[in-house]
């Protein structure tokens, strides 16, 4: 996690807003950054330490093969398939809660910040939360008797 906070700072410290860098993944001894492409080039040309440690960066194309995440898998049923209710159970949020925060800029939906609360979510989907994590919507069962939608997420860093 502290790989992360200095690879954030360094990008800050080029002058980008939060808001426009996408989230980063680590993995043995290398970072992925998920970056507009009009930032990638600004990116691989200015950065080039993050905290104490001196960097290499590169342009790749495609989205890299990672290892298998940490984390638990979950169902939990949901009145609609919105981003307000799905960040809710993900997240252990009231509805209202969750439509705070996403109007506020803290959600991202497949890495890009989504201001809609009622934005609809398809199957696979990515959604996080600044400062508490992410999940992957990773099926749809169907609609309850009580008409519901039955989900399975995957909450990511969590044990599973």
Excluded at 2 to 11: D, F, Q, V
Excluded at 54 to 73: D, N, T
């Amino acid at each position: 996690m502290r790989a992360k906070r200095h690879i954030l700072g360094a990008l800050m410290g080029l002058g980008f807003e939060r808001e426009r860098i996408g989230d980063i993944v680590l993995d043995q001894g290398c970072a992925w950054l998920f970056a507009e492409p009009e930032m990638a080039s600004y990116i691989v040309a200015s950065l080039e330490s993050a905290g104490r440690v001196s960097v290499k960066c590169e342009i790749v194309e495609g989205v890299p093969e990672l290892p298998e995440p940490e984390g638990r898998h979950v169902r939990d049923t949901v009145p609609s398939m919105r981003l307000d209710a799905l960040v809710a159970a993900g997240f252990s949020l009231s509805r209202s809660e969750a439509a705070r925060v996403i109007t506020q800029g803290k959600v991202f939906l497949n890495q890009v910040q989504t201001l809609r609360t009622d934005a609809t979510v398809q199957e696979g989907a990515l959604i996080s939360l600044r400062g508490s994590g992410r999940f992957r919507l990773e099926g749809i069962e169907g609609e309850t008797r009580k008409g519901r939608w039955a989900v399975r997420l995957f909450i990511y860093g969590e044990k599973k």
